[in-house]
């Protein structure tokens, strides 16, 4: 098989965490003195906070706090060390919430800054005022206070959502029109866990669109209500795992409609989820959130995945215009084919309605002839009627020959002879 596309254009660097694991690690601690939130990169628990101060320092002098909402407790120690990605830990008996089923609130939290956090950072961003949770967008009819307001020195505004509870389709709908009439541009990320985040089953991940599937890509989940919604709407679901700051992409290869037979069709099939396409499940690609960007324009996230999408659509469109421009030179083949029998046989009737023409004409004509000829008889016949008997049967009038004179019978001489 040819390199995948895929494989090509994303899988290119480093090899990045596993994300979208449902792990619960606790990698953000909100800082004592300056009331922010720190996040704690994989790897990095043995590192330095600042310069000259380790995070196992800051932790040891109670300077980072459970960001947990219903805590607040400061953490007891650094894990770092193992398989597990390095996280705070609270001291034994303390902080019964990371159970693994922790607070909604605090994923949360964690999304909210993690996103905030690459808005700041974002080149395309620079000069953006971020609000988070603070500046309603409002309209006659309502209004909406977005988790991560981007407000662009000329006023283009992009709202993050980030979706951790249940939402219906009509619901999201509702927001996302909402949206769409206060002219904001929204992006919504769910949780990589609770209610928007629920794996596929074993039938589903058999289903054709989803036999396929690259390495790299996270996971297989259910595509919910809501997300049939937002695909329908042409909008790409997309999750967002706060703790290795990756963002998944929803993603599933299909067979092109127009694949003709022989072609390998999972080798350069299409990457998309199209719209107006019930999908039960699909791939999460998971890309870093910071190689993703604001596309204004398509009004989206435009993680590596959706990138790989647009080039995939594109591809396929061109695939189709010259699968089509054959098919039109086919047709004109075909038609030229065609017109030139058609021609062919026109002039062929023509040629036998011609001789046949002529047939006729010249069997009227004997026919006239014959006529004539008749009628020539019967006038001759009615002429010889009119005339004496003598005439009109000579042989059987005919006069004897006049006979010889005979010599008188003075001259015996002559009788003799
Ligand atoms: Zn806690």
Redesign the pocket.
């Given at each position: 098989m040819g390199t995948s596309r895929w494989r090509g254009l994303v899988n290119s660097g480093p090899r990045r965490p596993r994300a979208f694991t449902q792990d619960t690690a606790?990698v953000l601690a909100l800082d004592k003195k300056t009331r922010q939130l720190r996040y704690l990169p994989a790897g990095e628990g043995n590192g330095e906070m600042e310069p000259g101060v380790t995070w196992r320092d800051h932790v040891a002098r109670g300077m980072l706090?459970?960001?947990?909402p219903?805590?607040?407790?400061p953490?007891g120690r650094v894990v770092a060390g193992g398989a597990r990605r390095h996280h705070f830990a609270?001291r034994p008996g303390?902080?019964?919430?990371?159970d693994g089923t922790g607070p909604e609130t605090?994923w949360h939290l964690s999304a909210k800054d993690v996103l905030a956090r690459w808005a700041e950072t974002h080149p395309d961003l620079a000069d953006w005022t971020l609000h988070l949770d603070d500046t309603p967008i409002t309209l006659p009819d309502g209004w909406r206070r977005p988790d991560v307001l981007a407000v662009s020195p000329d006023g283009i505004k992009v709202a993050f959502e980030v979706q951790y509870s249940a939402l219906t389709g009509t619901d999201w709908k509702a927001r996302h029109d909402f949206y769409a009439k206060a002219g904001v541009v929204d992006i919504w990320l769910f949780a990589h866990h609770g209610p928007q985040w629920r794996p596929a089953t074993t039938q589903q991940r058999r289903r054709a669109e989803l036999v396929w599937h690259d390495p790299d890509w996270a996971a297989t989940v259910q595509l919910s209500g809501l997300h049939q919604t937002m695909l329908q709407h042409g909008v790409i679901p997309l999750w967002l795992d706060p703790t290795t700051q990756m963002v998944g992409t929803a993603t599933t290869r299909v067979h092109p409609a127009n694949t003709s037979p022989g072609e390998r069709l999972w080798e350069d099939a299409a990457y998309t989820l199209p719209p107006r396409r019930v999908f039960p499940a699909c791939h999460v690609a998971a890309d870093p959130l910071e190689q993703c960007d604001v596309d204004l324009a398509a009004r989206e996230l435009l993680t590596p995945a959706r990138r790989v999408h647009h080039e995939e659509r594109d591809r396929l469109q061109e695939d189709e215009q010259v699968a089509q421009e054959r098919a039109a030179r086919v047709r004109a083949c075909q038609e030229e084919r065609t017109r030139r029998r058609r021609a062919a046989e026109q002039d062929k009737r023509r040629a036998i309605a011609a001789r046949a023409a002529e047939e006729q004409a010249e069997r009227e004509k004997r026919e006239q002839e014959e006529l004539r000829q008749k009628e020539e008889e019967r006038a001759a016949a009615e002429a010889r009627q009119k005339m004496p008997l003598a005439q009109q049967f000579p042989p059987v009038f005919e006069q004897e020959p006049p006979s010889p004179p005979k010599p008188p019978w003075w001259k015996p001489w002559q009788r003799r002879a």
């Open positions: 606790q706090l459970c960001p947990a219903d805590c607040g407790l953490f609270h303390e902080g019964e919430h990371d605090l």
